[in-house]
C-alpha cells in the first residue's frame, strides 16, 4: 500500500492531467460526461460521432505511466462502482451491482462480536438502499438481496417488522446531547462487555469495542500453539482424577510455573494447593497436556491479577 501520502499525490497527479487535457479531449470527441472516482472514469459520449478506440488513443497518450483500458455498454448497460447504469428511452436506471465474486459473507449473527460491529454491514446495506435513487422493482430486488444475506448470517429476521422506510432521517445519537470528551477502547469478550459499557451511557466517555478473534489472530494462533507452553498468563490446573479445578497465574511460562506445581507435588511443600489436593485425595499428577488448560495469555504486569480473579469468580 506504500506511504500514507501516495493516495493524495496520485490524486493531485490525476486531477492536474485533468486540468492540462479534459476540455480539448472532451471537444475533440464530443465526450458529454466525465465522472472519476479515485481510478475509475465513467465516460458518457455519442456513439454516433466519435468511436471508444480513438478515446483510447488520446488517454493512453496523455502520460507514459498511465494506462487506459475501456469496457463498453452491452445490452444498455454498464457497471459503474457499485451501480448497474442501464440506458432506456427515457431515462437512466439504476441498481446495485455486485461482483460476480461478491459472497453473501459477512460477519454472522452468532459471531461473538458486538452487536453494533454485526450490524454495521446491515446498517450500510439499507444505508445505501434508501439513500440511492432506485426506482420501485430496482428497490425491491435489493431489499431482497439483504434479506437474503441476512439470513445466510442468520440474523433474525422479524417477518412482521417492516424494514426501515425509504427517506427516514436517523435519529441522532441519545449521546450526541453531552459532549464526549474522552474515549475508551473495551476489548469484546461477549455480553458482560455490554453490560459494562453500558453503564457509561449517559457519560461523556465514548465507547469504542474491539475484539481479539481477527482473521490475524486465528491465523497466529495456530502458528503458537507448539509453544503455547512458553508464554506468561492465566491458567487453571484440573484434576484429572476428579475434574476440580484451580486457577493461577503466572509472570514466567506456563511450562515452569507447572513444574513447580509437580515439584510441590513431589516433594510434599505445600506450596502448591493443587498438588497439596491432589496428595489429600490420593489423586494423581499427570502431563501438562492434561492437567494445564491455557485461560488467557497476558505479559507479566499488573493485569494479570485481575484477570485471575476474573476466571476465579466467572
Ligand atoms: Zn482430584
Redesign the pocket.
Known sequence: MGAPTSGPIAEFFLQNLEHIHLTHLSNRHKITGYLRYVDDVLLIYDSNHTDIQSILDDFNAMHPNLKFTAETETNNKINYLDLTIQRTATCWKTSIYRKPTFTDTIIPYSSNHPTQHKYAAIKFLYNRLNTYNLQENEYKTEENTIRNIMQNNDFPIHPYHPPPPRQTTIAPDERTTTTIQKWATFTYVGKETTFITNLFKKTDLGITLRTNNTIQSLLMQKQQTSDIYSQSGVYKLM??????AYVGQTGRNFEVRFNEHKNAFKTNSHTSNFAK??IE?A?LFSSIQNTMQILQRHSKGAHLNTIERYYIYA
Open positions: 484434576c484429572p482424577d476428579c475434574n476440580k489436593h491432589l485425595q489423586h
